[in-house]
């Protein structure tokens, strides 16, 4: 049971960029999942999360730039983000929520029992 994250990479300060992260071992369509991001010497924060039905919530930095989806029959998570600023370089991590409250968003970090390995973001100016 993994989830691996893709699509990272570098790119300049207004450009696009689609991270996946896709899931195997065993189906997560019901669990809400999530991606974070982490920047050097920085803690982990929340990005986006989703639920299976597909209801969203954004940190308030990267509302109306990034759009988190998924396709529960491809056991996909993606997250495209537009508007590139240089403050969203970042390793990005996807996770999924595991425990008994698996179908409730949540911001908090401990409540995703399953993370991917990441993948680096740079935004240059």
């Known amino acids: 049971v993994q989830l691996q994250a893709s699509g990272g990479g570098l790119v300049q300060a207004g450009g696009s960029l689609r991270l996946s992260c896709a899931a195997s071992?065993?189906?997560?369509?019901?669990?809400?999942m999530g991606w974070f991001r982490q920047a050097p010497g920085k803690e982990r924060e929340f990005v986006a999360a989703?639920?299976?039905?597909?209801?969203?919530d954004y940190t308030d930095s990267v509302k109306g730039r990034f759009t988190i989806s998924r396709d529960n029959g491809l056991n996909m998570m993606y997250l495209q983000m537009n508007s590139l600023k240089t403050e969203d370089t970042a390793v990005y991590y996807c996770?999924?929520?595991?425990?008994?409250?698996?179908?409730?968003?949540?911001?908090?970090?401990?409540?995703?029992?399953?993370w991917g390995q990441g993948t680096q973001v740079t935004v240059s100016s």
């Open positions: 989703i639920t299976s039905g597909s209801l969203t």
């Open positions: 071992g065993r189906t997560f369509s019901s669990s809400v």
């Open positions: 996770a999924t929520k595991t425990g008994p409250q698996y179908y409730r968003i949540t911001r908090a970090s401990s409540g995703y029992g399953l």
